[in-house]
């Protein structure tokens, strides 16, 4: 049972538009929401990472907003660029009782020149 | 500094054959995590250490995994009698303690099995 769903599986998106990525999660109990992004042959790479008691963060170009009631969190990457073309993943854990990540599928992002 | 480090960075292995891979963790970080990412797919979580201590296990998808860290540093992910199946990128994560969770990934080493 997927434990974090993710959309949408690809994404393209023109140089200086917003890329938007979706996860949705059904355990109450996930504390901690990090977003990683992955080259191809690279592992994963931190982005940004949120906890419950705040609804956005912002670091840079990239965007976490996060609603505690819908289960639900989001990746915002503005002005993207074609840097940005990579594969994201969410993931989400609850430190408490454990700190293994459970990750969403991917979502595959092409920013056109 | 230096980041998470995995060897061999390719392996390929007939089925039936014995593997290990190795993983150099940041110095000093006290958990480490062995994640497999399917081709395609995001990382499933294989196994948990506290320093030399196998906390978690869980994920390990059979008897033929075993993970190790007898020192609190470097760890060892051994996958006897390798099988087809076992095709995958095996991720390794570090994470220092009070940092609330951040994991570190390395390259991961990608693992085929004929």
């Known amino acids: 049972q997927q434990q974090v769903k993710q959309s949408p599986q690809s994404l393209i998106v023109q140089k200086g538009g917003i890329s938007i990525i979706n996860c949705a999660y059904e355990n109450t109990a996930f504390d901690y929401f990090p977003w990683y992004q992955q080259f191809p042959g690279k592992g994963p790479a931190l982005l940004i990472a949120i906890r419950p008691d705040v609804s956005e963060k912002k670091e840079g170009r990239f965007t976490i907003s996060f609603n505690k009631s819908a289960k639900q969190f989001s990746l915002h990457i503005m002005d993207s660029q074609p840097g940005d073309s990579a594969t994201y993943f969410c993931a989400a854990s609850d430190l408490l009782t454990g700190n293994q990540f459970y990750f969403g599928t991917g979502t595959s992002l092409t920013v056109i020149p | 500094g230096a980041g998470v480090s995995q060897s061999p960075r390719y392996k390929v292995a007939k089925r039936g054959q014995d593997v290990a891979l190795r993983c150099d963790p940041i110095?000093?970080?006290?958990?480490l995590f062995w994640y497999q990412q399917a081709l395609g797919q995001g990382p499933e979580f294989l196994t948990y250490?506290?320093?030399?201590?196998?906390?978690?296990k869980s994920g390990l998808p059979s008897d033929r995994f075993f993970a190790e860290r007898p020192e609190g540093s470097v760890s060892t992910l051994k996958i006897q009698r390798t099988q087809q199946e076992d095709s995958a990128v095996y991720l390794c994560a570090s994470s220092p303690a009070g940092e609330g969770g951040t994991q570190y990934f390395g390259p991961g080493t990608r693992l085929l099995v004929l």
């Open positions: 250490f506290q320093n030399e201590a196998q906390l978690d």
């Open positions: 110095s000093g970080h006290v958990s």
